[in-house]
């Protein structure tokens, strides 16, 4: 059965991961720069690069999505997965902010 709390969890995991992804390739576009346009060790890659690529790709995604979890800002958008990082529900189409529909228990 799926309600507000799995769709959070679902959306969550979804856009870690796709963010996560994201970030590592970018990651791995910035060690290779490092590796062959400036010639870096692997002593001071290993040292000085790769901890600050590691920690931005996981960390960033993670504050990220933190906050669109606090803001409440991930739901079902009627697709049948719950990704899209905008607070607006399609039980709330014609409804104000704050109104709580016949049925429902979630204001919009």
Known sequence: MRNATTCTIQGLVFSYGFLVEAFYNCSLNLYYLAIVKYE??????????????????????LLVLTTCINNN??????????????????????????????????PC
Do not use: M, Q, W
Request: charged content about 25%; proline content about 7%; hydrophobic content about 25%.
């Open 73 to 106: 800002n991930v739901n079902d958008h009627g697709g049948g997965t719950c990704i899209k990082l905008v607070y607006n529900p399609p039980h709330c189409i014609g409804y104000e902010d704050g109104e709580i529909r016949d049925g429902f228990s979630i």
């Open 40 to 61: 870096k060790t692997n002593e001071h890659i290993r040292k000085k690069i790769e901890p600050f690529l590691h920690s931005t790709a996981i960390l960033t995604p």
